[in-house]
């Protein structure tokens, strides 16, 4: 019985010992392996390796009543989605599409470097929920082609105020 009370000691003993281990090492920070030698991956390239390119994004979607000036309007007029389209990128694109719900209109000039656009797109939709894509039909290549859609959920309406014309007396 002795034999087995030292084994069992023993064994609790190396239990706890692994036990600790296993905490030290997996509280130990972690170091980076070096890459391996034998391997050969292409380096990745600098950012003045690649080459200059737009990037197209939908910068902001709005319902607006045509012809606004400031909070105000000369008179009631139908609704529509402002979609404001921005040149991210490194580059200028050529001209390209944007479409909004299966409407498309074009950018002719295309956009400079940090120049954005804002189109109108005359009327609503019931539901509300609108959906834009700039260059949807691929036109320029651009560094990102995967952020080129936005969504809008536009809100009931309020309509502005009409616009105050002052008349003044000339003499």
Not at 29 to 34: E, H
Not at 97 to 121: A, M, P, R, W, Y
């Amino acid at each position: 019985m002795k034999g087995f009370v030292k084994t069992m000691r023993s064994l609790k003993m190396q239990s706890i010992l692994g036990l600790l281990i296993l905490a030290v090492v997996a509280c130990a920070p972690k170091s980076k392996l070096p890459p391996n030698p034998t391997t050969s991956e292409p380096s990745p390239s600098s950012p003045s390796d690649r080459p200059s390119q737009p990037d197209l994004i939908i910068n902001l979607m709005y319902l607006e009543m045509e012809g606004r000036q400031g909070n105000c309007v000369n008179a009631y007029s139908p609704y529509g989605i402002r979609v404001q389209i921005k040149n991210i990128g490194s580059a200028t694109t050529r001209p390209f599409l944007v479409d909004l719900n299966s409407v498309v209109q074009e950018v002719n000039d295309g956009l400079e470097v940090g120049q954005s656009i804002e189109l109108h797109f005359a009327g609503t939709i019931p539901s509300g929920q609108y959906e834009a894509t700039a260059d949807v039909t691929n036109q320029v290549v651009e560094s990102r082609e995967d952020n080129n859609t936005a969504s809008f959920h536009a809100p009931t309406p309020t309509p502005p105020p009409l616009c105050v014309v002052t008349v003044t007396a000339t003499p």
